[in-house]
T-cell receptor, first 109, second 113 residues
């Protein structure tokens, strides 16, 4: 598989603060990226995606930033809530989707 | 209906057993996937079906045998598994192969004894 990694395996944030989860990828040919949220006992849930011809995409409380120069992807969650506690994976698509290591986000009430 | 369903939710099997995992979607998606996920690890792609034909096998041992009877169903037949095959098996589907958002099922938690 491709090398898609995350800088931090765990992240703890205070409720109401903003969260930033980072991801590095190695394949410059990857043209599509997805962030997934996986809660305990569940399958990954799509959060937001971005194509390689974009630098930024915003959703509801979430923003994905793509820096192709340094092959870096980030997920920003605004006003983090306890329900945001989960493991977050980035995935890149070259010929297939490959998942990064995952970051466990814990929101402290 | 934007749901991928998987049965059973949990499965315990011995190393000599034969069992099957089932996955179903009614979103009209033409690509379906099997992933294996070990604890605290990312999902690893096993198989991809596109238009009911196997298009990708990520060097998966032959004790795992996928089947796509029709565009809505995906099976994974298991035979002579090893304890290290214990994992969460996730099914996913997408409109087309590799190019679109994948919808994941809740997974089957498999334990091989």
């Amino acid at each position: 598989g491709e090398s898609v990694g995350l800088h931090l395996p765990t992240l703890s944030v205070q409720e109401g603060d903003n969260s930033i989860i980072n991801c590095a990828y190695s394949n410059s040919a990857s043209d599509y990226f997805i962030w997934y949220k996986q809660e305990s006992g569940k399958g990954p849930q799509f959060i937001i995606d971005i194509r390689s011809n974009m630098d930024k995409r915003q959703g509801q409380r979430v923003t994905v930033l793509l820096n192709k120069t340094v092959k870096h992807l980030s997920l920003q969650i605004a006003a983090t809530q306890p329900g945001d506690s989960a493991v977050y994976f980035c995935a890149e698509r070259s010929n297939q989707f490959y998942f990064g290591t995952g970051t466990s986000l814990t929101v402290i009430p | 209906d934007t749901e991928v369903t998987q049965t059973p939710k949990h499965l315990v099997m011995g190393m000599t057993n034969k069992k099957s995992l089932k996955c179903e979607q009614h979103m009209g998606h033409r690509a379906m996937y099997w992933y294996k996920q070990k604890a605290k690890k990312p999902p690893e792609l096993m198989f991809v079906y596109s238009y009911e034909k196997l298009s990708i096998n990520e060097s998966v041992p032959s004790r795992f045998s996928p089947e796509c009877p029709n565009s809505s169903l995906l099976n994974l037949h298991l035979h002579a598994l090893q304890p290290e095959d214990s994992a969460l098996y996730l099914c996913a589907s997408s409109l087309g192969q590799g190019s679109y958002e994948q919808y994941f099922g809740p997974g089957t938690r498999l334990t091989v004894t």
